[in-house]
């Protein structure tokens, strides 16, 4: 069965970096794209951006100018998702999922607490 | 990208049925028939309940359909069972590899 799962909980400072990984399994990993949504505290799904597990190509979404990469490594069929100068509204949980071609996902992981906090 | 646009809350009484609309642009919802609906339970991750606009994944059960008209999609929940009360997300496509998501509906079964 199709299976995504992702690391464990971060808490990190002001400023710093964080890395979710997410693990794929039960399907042809290199066959669908990975998305990366986050939802804040109380707030809606945002999508962060995309990265074709084929090629590497990405596509972030705009809200992230020059502060998120998406890689993956199709030897241990893991995507990854760094965000880099972490604030206190980047507390939220991350979420990778399976996107086809980069539309809408179908199965997601379990979700990442990331805390920012001084 | 702006966010779809999804009513705060919705409600209705066991065994009858709610519609929740999703509102985009001719640029996502209106452009392309890759809208998707997501139920999402108090700490759980989202779950697909439709795909391309009124397609059901194997395992959901009948009584939620989509349907689109225009730049407007919309989940109808027929039947309503009590476990029904989630939040719920619609997402589309949106062009060169990009996904825009609704503000999300609360939806109570009272």
């Known amino acids: 069965q199709v299976q995504l799962v992702q690391s464990g909980v971060e808490v990190k400072k002001p400023g710093a970096s964080v890395t979710v990984s997410c693990k794929a399994s039960?399907?042809?990993?290199?066959?669908?794209?990975i998305s990366w949504m986050r939802q804040a505290p109380g707030e809606g799904l945002e999508w962060m951006g995309w990265i074709s597990t084929y090629n590497g190509n990405t596509n972030y979404a705009q809200n992230f100018p020059g502060r998120v990469t998406m890689t993956r490594d199709t030897s241990t069929t893991t995507a990854y998702m760094e965000l880099r100068s972490l604030r206190s509204d980047d507390t939220a949980v991350y979420y990778c999922?399976?996107?086809?071609?980069?539309?809408?996902?179908?199965?997601w992981g379990q979700g990442t607490l990331v805390t920012v906090s001084s | 990208q702006s966010a779809l646009t999804q009513p705060l809350s919705a409600s209705g009484s066991p065994g009858q049925s709610v519609t929740i609309s999703c509102t985009g642009t001719s640029s996502d919802v209106g452009g392309y028939n890759y809208v998707s609906w997501y139920q999402q339970h108090p700490g759980k991750a989202p779950k697909l309940m439709i795909y391309?606009?009124?397609r059901r994944p194997t395992g959901v059960p009948d009584r939620f359909s989509g349907s689109k008209s225009g730049n407007t999609a919309s989940l109808t929940v027929s039947r309503l069972h009590s476990e029904d009360e989630a939040d719920y997300y619609c997402s589309s496509y949106a062009g060169s590899n990009n996904l825009v998501f609704g503000g999300g509906t609360k939806l109570t079964v009272l």
């Open positions: 039960g399907y042809s990993f290199t066959s669908y794209g």
């Open positions: 999922a399976r996107a086809p071609g980069g539309l809408p996902p179908d199965y």
């Open positions: 391309e606009v009124s």
